[in-house]
């Protein structure tokens, strides 16, 4: 059995996609109507140089139910990407299925999560997650992560239901690198 928290393994943070570092858009698959989250290129950068790995998890139901396909979504990650340039994501997990149809890898279920802790050593007693949705604070429990609900995207219509909040990713980097 690995020893996930092990010093020597790299702590992660594991961020949803629309509405945490990109603007809220339902159904992205336009690259050119992506758009930074403001603060977002400096909050993973700032990660990046504290050595944290940086993972997107992002349920992408719009596949699913065929408004887009895996080549479009590619070209958005893409376009997300070199905006963020110099910052990096070290990996992004997505999850193509629509709701109804049951799958560990769609948040709730922890299934991107463990994906990346096969590919890369993970201590996971220092890593968290953050996001803007439910389905966010309910993978980041199922995982036993802590969780920063931010309130861009949907953050505010949860914002009662998290134990702590932040108002974009930038204050909730801030508060991951002062928690440690």
């Known amino acids: 059995m690995t020893n996930c928290s092990n010093p020597k393994f790299k702590p992660a943070v594991f961020f949803d996609r629309d509405g945490t570092i ?5 159904y992205l698959h336009h690259p050119e109507q992506v758009k930074l989250i403001p603060g977002a290129r ?10 944290y790995l940086v993972i997107i998890t992002t349920n992408q139901s719009g596949i699913g139910r065929g408004f887009y396909t895996e080549h479009d979504l ?6 997300m990407t070199d905006q963020l340039k110099p910052a990096h994501l070290d990996a992004i997990y997505h999850a193509p299925s629509a709701p109804e149809h049951k799958s560990i890898f769609r948040k709730p279920g922890t299934g991107m999560i463990k994906a990346a802790q096969i590919y ?5 007693k220092k890593s968290w997650v953050v996001g803007d949705n439910i389905s966010d604070l309910h993978f980041a429990k199922n995982a036993g992560l802590p969780f920063i609900l931010v309130a861009t ?5 949860y ?14 980097v801030s508060l991951i690198l002062n928690h440690d």
């Open 74 to 79: 590619n070209q958005v990650n893409l376009a």
């Open 153 to 157: 995207g949907y953050g505010n219509k």
């Open 42 to 51: 400096e909050a993973i950068l700032r990660l990046n140089k504290a050595g």
């Open 120 to 124: 890369f050593k993970i201590n996971m």
């Open 22 to 26: 990109i603007e809220l858009i339902p």
């Open 159 to 172: 914002k009662h239901l998290a134990e702590r909040c932040s108002k974009s990713i930038l204050p909730a």
